[in-house]
């Protein structure tokens, strides 16, 4: 089989570990300047993904597309340390404030723009939403058959792909064709660790913007090594309509915020007996801890 055209869907997120007062700002969108920044977990995960399908098939290639600020070309710089093979920042003040409608339709934009794209993978959910709602949006769009839940990659047979899936109650083995989108479950395999040959490589790697404050004893990098270039795009670059776009294209509205403590009790002994457990889970099925 000839090698694939992968595309990741990778996010930048605000470190959810540490959530302070200032975490929401008065419209109700994150303010994420408050907060650490990092590669949403799950997307690691697909990440993953995309890279064992890639040492199983010669020819594969993979690359990470992100929409955020200038600031989100870290996780794609992140990715190549790890195996991809490109990466495309799509930035623009006119993405600002997006839910999942308007970021899918973005991406999906995107992808109409990158051309042929045999396997699109995205993280089940990100951890500053948990909505899990914009991976299955991209595939509706593009009109993609869509697997989600991944688990793990067991193989290509006759051009289809064979894939486990963690669901509430099971696993299910499917196989798919080409193309498709798949959403990868936190239970999935790791991403690998970074790899020091590529860290060496890629570590001067930046977009236009960042290259316009490089100093000039580095300027020439970028024309003697085209693949430190990461590609940013704007809303021009996927001819998308504004009015779909952040704020304006997104119908969820945030109406209140609320800011929840969750404070430790005494810790309480449970024999190590059937009659201890018992009580236990009757005590938790009546506050309704349970049930």
């Known amino acids: 089989m000839e090698g694939l055209k992968i595309v990741v869907l990778a996010k930048q997120v605000p470190d959810t570990r540490n959530v302070g007062k200032d975490a929401m700002k ?8 408050a907060l650490p920044a990092i590669f949403n977990p799950e997307d690691l995960n697909a990440l993953e993904m995309a890279l064992t399908i890639k040492d199983a098939v010669p020819g594969t290639t993979v690359t990470l597309l992100t929409m955020g600020p200038g600031r989100a070309a870290d996780i794609l710089r992140e990715g190549f340390f790890r195996g991809a093979d490109d990466g495309i920042l799509l930035t623009d003040r006119a993405f600002a404030g997006s839910d999942t409608l308007a970021t899918s339709y973005a991406l999906a934009q995107a992808l109409r723009q990158y051309g042929r794209v045999d396997l ?5 959910q990100a951890i500053d939403g948990d909505t899990a ?11 993609l058959l869509q697997v989600t839940y991944v688990e793990q990659f067991l193989g290509i047979t006759d051009h289809k792909i064979h894939l486990k899936r963690r669901l509430e109650h099971g696993v299910e083995n499917v196989r798919a064709s080409f193309p498709l989108l798949m959403t990868v479950n936190g239970s999935a395999p790791a991403c690998r660790a970074r790899n020091a040959r590529l860290l060496m490589k890629y570590k001067h790697a930046k977009t236009i913007s960042e290259i316009q ?3 000039e004893d580095y300027l020439h990098l970028y024309n003697d090594r085209p693949y430190l270039n990461i590609q940013e ?12 776009l952040g704020l304006e294209g997104s119908p969820t ?14 810790a309480r002994f449970i024999p190590p007996t059937d009659e ?13 801890t349970i049930g």
Do not use: F, Y
């Open 233 to 244: 795009w704007s809303v021009n670059h996927i001819e998308a309509d504004p009015a779909q």
């Open 133 to 143: 709602q914009v991976g299955p949006q991209v595939a509706e769009k593009l009109g």
């Open 26 to 33: 008065a419209d109700g969108t994150v303010n994420r300047a």
């Open 276 to 288: 201890g457990i018992e009580e236990m889970m009757i005590e938790l099925i009546e506050n309704h």
């Open 120 to 124: 699109v993978i995205a993280g089940r």
């Open 253 to 266: 509205k945030v109406k209140k915020i609320d800011n929840v403590v969750l404070q430790s009790r005494d």
């Open 213 to 215: 404050s490089v100093g």
